[in-house]
């Protein structure tokens, strides 16, 4: 799966592959994430590095994201930007997405349950509980993980 822009191309099947190659290595999940972006660079290091800041955000206890009850959602809704604890009510429209902007939720969903007992399990559950492109964010996550 390709995303075209402008300036750039993002291959998310490179980004999967490098990811991998660095836990095969024993680097840990958001670890191997952000050096995979590093190592690709361009554009996948400035896209990845707003999927790695919200889900830092999302986990610190102490940020205003991190407290609210549907944090996920809250999230992806103000990725790229930090939550100041507005209220928010998701919608599907208000959650509908460019490819770019699927790739890094389905990332965030990913980091954020990378360290779980079962963590395409809950990184899908945790998908379906909020608005948007479910199926193709289940698509990436899946990828993420050699599912099918």
């Keep these: 799966m390709k995303m075209q822009r402008e300036d750039a191309t993002l291959n998310i099947e490179r980004f999967y592959t490098q990811v991998k190659k660095h836990l095969k290595d024993g680097v840990i999940y958001s670890d191997a994430v952000q050096l995979a972006a590093v190592i690709i660079g361009g554009e996948t290091a400035r896209l990845v590095s707003s999927a ?3 889900y830092q955000e999302a986990i610190y206890e102490k940020t205003e994201l991190s407290k609210q009850p549907n944090v996920d959602e809250c999230a992806l809704a103000s990725m790229g930007k930090l939550w100041h604890g507005e209220h928010f009510e998701g919608s599907t ?22 360290d779980k007992q079962e963590p395409l399990k809950d990184a ?7 608005c ?11 990828m993420a993980y050699d599912a099918k």
């Design 52 to 54: 790695v800041n919200k």
């Design 93 to 114: 429209a208000q959650m509908e997405c460019t490819e770019e902007e699927i790739f890094l939720d389905a990332l965030y969903f990913v980091l954020k349950y990378a």
């Design 124 to 130: 899908l559950a945790a998908n379906e509980t909020v």
């Design 132 to 142: 948007g492109d479910k199926e193709a964010r289940k698509r990436i996550i899946k």
